[in-house]
């Protein structure tokens, strides 16, 4: 099978169950994934170790940085820091530009 046609069907996929089931967008990747490893040149009895491998080693790369990331962000909610980013960001960019202050 083509490549292009099987990155193809993972796209469908993906957006499919995202826009069309409104399934989690981790849950529908992990199934795009899946589909495209089983479409994928390659013996059927390493086709779904391939896809777990890939997704330990990115989660071992990022994780740490992940959690610190979620536990810092949970102080600043509670002590009411990101509130205040949050409105310096609007102040200096107005409400007209609040889209551009709420990326920021």
């Known amino acids: 099978m083509s490549p292009f046609l099987i990155l193809l069907i993972g796209l469908v996929v993906v957006l499919g169950l995202i826009i069309g089931l409104r399934l989690n967008a981790f849950l529908a990747l992990i199934t795009a994934a899946l589909v495209v490893s ?3 040149p390659g013996p059927m009895a390493l086709k779904v ?3 777990a491998a890939a997704f330990g080693g990115t989660a071992a790369s990022i994780g ?8 810092i962000g ?9 509130d205040r980013i949050a409105n310096g960001f609007l102040g200096a960019l107005g409400e007209k530009r609040s889209n ?3 990326a920021g």
């Open 38 to 40: 089983l479409l994928a």
């Open 49 to 51: 170790e391939r896809v």
């Open 64 to 71: 740490i940085v992940i959690a610190l990331a979620a536990i």
């Open 74 to 82: 949970a102080a600043m909610m509670r002590s009411g820091a990101a």
């Open 100 to 102: 551009v202050a709420m």
